[in-house]
């Protein structure tokens, strides 16, 4: 199951980085961010079997220098660890903070994107888009 709700979601880009597959619904952040830390890993290791150099694109789109190892995991904890990252974070956890638990996941009262379109988005997802996604949405 894919996990996305309009009241953590309210844009294409916040979809991107922060709709996850679990099986069931979250609860609270720390249990979103562990889904989204297992999904940037997911994202590296496509990219690395689709022939993309994930080091390139971290540095590319995050103008900044990679500092880690070759191993996924240490990809992933390093872009994890990004400002950028962070910042991106931090707007997930405030939405979890203010999250309305009377209103149902899909309500269209703060907008977002229907069911469908949100499916759609998440099987195109690439670590590329990601990275385009956390770069326009911490501007």
Do not use: C
Not at 70 to 95: K, V
Not at 112 to 139: D, I, M, N, V
């Amino acid at each position: 199951m894919i996990f996305y709700n309009n009241q953590l979601m309210k844009t294409r880009e916040d979809a991107v980085l922060y709709m996850v597959s679990n099986p069931v619904p979250f609860e609270g952040y720390n249990d979103h961010e562990a889904g989204i830390y297992i999904q940037i890993h997911e994202l590296i290791e496509r990219a690395i079997a689709e022939g993309e150099n994930p080091v390139m694109l971290i540095e590319e789109y995050l103008e900044i220098v990679y500092m880690g190892g070759e191993m996924i995991n240490e990809m992933a904890a390093f872009l994890f660890q990004t400002d950028r990252m962070h910042q991106a974070l931090w707007s997930l956890q405030e939405s979890w903070d203010a999250i309305d638990t009377s209103l149902p996941e899909m309500s269209r009262m703060y907008g977002g994107l229907s069911k469908e379109e949100a499916t759609q988005l998440y099987a195109e997802t690439t670590l590329r888009s990601y990275l385009e996604a956390l770069l326009h949405q911490t501007r």
